[in-house]
């Protein structure tokens, strides 16, 4: 399995911050990459695919960027309803893999 | 509009065996591959099936495999997970996911609510 290592694990940001989440993957997945916004007993949203192309519906506030295996997920200015664990999950293989999450909490 | 609802979570004893359901709708639902996804409690999201568009591609995580099995019927715009030989460690909320394609290599683009299964004495 492809092992995906997002930092950091947690990040206290305020509103109007720009964030950035990385996540690393242990070999190249070329740009089989998607990043979810999951909230407190809520199934998880898909916000990023193809590891740059935004999902109909998604705010342009966010954005992804990377390819290989280093990845980005952009929040250009943090929102009130931002405040979420963030995932990152792998594709290119038949065995998805998901990142640990980073959780985006209030300063 | 794009609905996925899973059914069947419950309590159910080491060793037991559930079938957990997934009610699909909005959608051409033999078409699009479909995954099973769980997260325990308190953890992160952990892949556990898919099966793909037409059901001839089905894949496990390793653990699961040998115990889990993926279908659909396509009659019922419904996609099951039987579980069998549970043990503590598959206690997660289990949600059903239609990825973006028939493909199996595929984002998931929709998720259903979730359902609960407690593996406990």
């Known amino acids: 399995d492809i092992q995906m290592t997002q930092s950091p694990s947690t990040l206290s940001a305020s509103v109007g911050d720009r964030v950035t989440i990385t996540c690393r993957a242990r070999?190249?997945?070329?740009?089989?990459l998607a990043w979810y916004q999951q909230k407190p007993g809520k199934a998880p949203k898909l916000l990023i695919y193809?590891?740059?192309s935004l999902e109909s519906g998604v705010p342009s506030r966010f954005s992804g960027s990377g390819s290989g295996t280093e990845f980005t997920l952009t929040i250009s200015s943090l929102q009130p309803d931002d405040f979420a664990t963030y995932y990152c999950?792998?594709?290119?293989?038949?065995?998805?893999?998901f990142g640990q999450g980073t959780k985006v909490e209030i300063k | 509009e794009v609905q996925l609802v899973e059914s069947g979570g419950n309590l159910i004893q080491p060793g037991g065996s559930l079938r957990l359901s997934c009610a699909a709708s909005?959608?051409?639902?033999?078409?699009?591959?479909m995954n099973w996804v769980r997260q325990a409690p308190g953890k992160g999201l952990e892949w556990v099936s898919v099966?793909?568009?037409?059901?001839?591609?089905?894949d496990y995580a390793d653990s699961v495999k040998g115990r889990f099995t993926i279908s659909r019927d396509s009659s019922k715009n419904t996609l099951y997970l039987q579980m069998s030989s549970l043990r503590a460690e598959d206690t997660a909320v289990y949600y059903c996911?239609?990825?973006?394609?028939?493909?199996?290599?595929?984002?998931?683009?929709?998720w259903g609510q979730g359902t609960l299964v407690t593996v406990s004495s």
């Open positions: 996911a239609k990825l973006g394609g028939a493909t199996v290599l595929s984002r998931a683009d929709f």
């Open positions: 909005g959608f051409t639902s033999d078409y699009y591959a």
């Open positions: 099966i793909s568009g037409n059901g001839s591609y089905t």
């Open positions: 070999q190249s997945i070329s740009s089989s």
């Open positions: 193809k590891a740059s």
């Open positions: 999950q792998q594709y290119n293989s038949y065995s998805w893999t």
